[in-house]
């Protein structure tokens, strides 16, 4: 499909068909239409105001990709690298060819998964520029998609997409939302890709399960018990969220905390203290 073609929601920069007139992603209750209106951009004009690609080392097989600046809501994607091939988790939403030939330099992509809609990014610009790698979308977040490609294969409860990497449907902040596993990761303690599905706090010791982090919308206390037991289906010492932030140790009972510290001030357990 030629560039003409599509567009991006300046706000989220999620890839849209040219005919669109809002990006639906944005006017939902999770996100938010700028006080100035819906606004586009395209890749020609991010590459124009300097925007590029970085990929950087987070530990041995593991990478993070970023824009800088920063495009739409700034969220940091991660590259693994298996000997079955590698996996795309979530997507920015700018490439160029650059990027796609260091990323190819690492290995090639078997599968592109995003988390959940607010991460679909260009993923079919992605795909394009990594030669055609199937996009993995949750069969419950299709209705998200604006940019409708062949390359967008559904799925729904667990994926696998090589030996070593599960994605797994959690739920919570949209119903198709997941994340991923990877056993060797942590030297082999694993790793859990948690994007906002189950979002790392600051503290760096605990996480939050939000339906709208912006707009500060909870979820429920039966939705959070659910989220964090699917959670605990594996094994896993480090998280990494979808903004750099790190739980380095202790990460899968840093999550049970957490749930329990959140189902009991959302049931009232703590009024006395407020």
Known sequence: MRVDMWKICQTCAVEH??????????????????????????????AAAGHQVVVRELEPDMFGVTVEPEVGIGQESHLV???????????????????????????????????????????VEWSRALGGVPVYVAESDLQWIARPDPVIRPWSGRLEPVPGITVRQLGGHFQGSGVLHWAAGAEGRGVLFSADTIHANPDRKTVAFMRSYPNRIPLSPAVVERVTKT????????????????????????????????????????????
Request: net charge negative; proline share 3%; glycine share 8%.
């Open 231 to 274: 959670a605990e289906e594996f094994e896993f010492d480090r998280l990494y969220d979808n903004f750099g932030k790190i739980i380095d140790g202790d990460a899968r009972a840093a999550i049970r905390r957490s749930a329990e510290r959140h189902i009991g001030w959302v049931r009232g357990d703590f009024d006395h203290l407020t």
């Open 81 to 123: 690298r298996t000997p079955a091939g590698n996996v795309l988790w979530d997507l920015t939403g700018y490439v160029d060819e650059d990027a796609a030939r260091r990323v190819l330099e690492l290995g090639e992509v078997v599968a592109i998964v995003p988390s959940h809609p607010h991460h679909y990014g260009v993923q």
């Open 17 to 46: 068909e040219a005919g669109a007139e809002v990006c639906r992603i944005c006017a939902d209750e999770r996100q938010w239409v700028p006080a100035a209106g819906q606004q586009w951009t395209t890749l020609e004009k991010l």
